[in-house]
């Protein structure tokens, strides 16, 4: 039982260059969340979706764009990365959207030069 | 939008005392209340939660409040220990398809030994 893993784990970019994140989890969570972590920000909701097919924005949406064609699957997409962008990306899931425990992936270390 | 503040931004106590973290949120709806801790380089993991119908809850040494009426909640670690140093965030989220679990900024908490 694997829980949350996401791919990769770090990842250097160039600005103007894209990239996509993924989230697999195979908890048989309806919900899953992608944040990112900057120092002194915490954790800011880019996107989230509450079931295959579905997706919406949170509230750090700007410069990605994410998709879940599969319920295990979450991906994050940079469409044209730019320095801003540099942050650990968290994706996460959970059984019943906002009222129980998220499961956290690993982490994704990215940095746009 | 939704809004949850945290403080202190760091906090550092000897090893044998107790630390409190404070957090309030802006959405009145919000119903349940996880607290999340990340040591150095790992993934958040949830060490207690509290939800609107509870004032208090204790699991061992940590405790965690919440106060509707004030929209605040705060948790409390007694007898710390060096293990327990690490980032804190606290979250809040409503029940159902239209919340979002929305985390304050952290807590970096440091226990000298």
């Known amino acids: 039982n694997a829980g949350v893993t996401q791919t990769p784990k770090f990842r250097v970019l160039k600005t103007g260059q894209s990239m996509t994140l993924l989230c697999a989890q195979d908890m048989n969570h309806e919900y899953m969340y992608w944040y990112r972590q900057d120092p002194g920000m915490g954790l800011r909701l880019i996107h989230y979706s509450v079931g295959e097919g579905t997706t919406a924005k949170g509230e750090v949406p700007d410069g990605y764009n994410v998709s879940r064609l599969k319920k295990q699957n979450f991906l994050l997409g940079l469409e044209s990365a730019a320095p801003s962008q540099t942050s650990v990306y968290f994706c996460a899931s959970s059984y019943v959207f906002g009222d129980t425990e998220a499961f956290f992936g690993q982490g994704t270390r990215l940095t746009v030069v | ?113």
């Open chain 2, 1 to 113: 939008g939704e809004n949850v503040e945290q403080h202190p931004s760091t906090l550092s106590v000897q090893e044998g005392d107790s630390a409190v973290i404070k957090c309030t949120y802006s959405d009145s709806a919000s119903n349940y209340f996880p607290w999340y801790k990340q040591e150095l380089g790992k993934r958040p993991q949830l060490i207690i939660d509290i939800r609107s119908n509870v004032g208090e809850k204790k699991d061992q040494r940590i405790a965690v409040t919440l106060n509707k009426t004030a929209k605040h909640f705060s948790l409390h670690i007694t007898e710390t220990q060096p293990e327990d140093s690490a980032v804190y965030f606290c979250a809040a989220s409503r029940s159902g398809n239209t919340g979002k679990l929305i985390f304050g900024q952290g807590t970096t908490l440091q226990v000298k030994p």
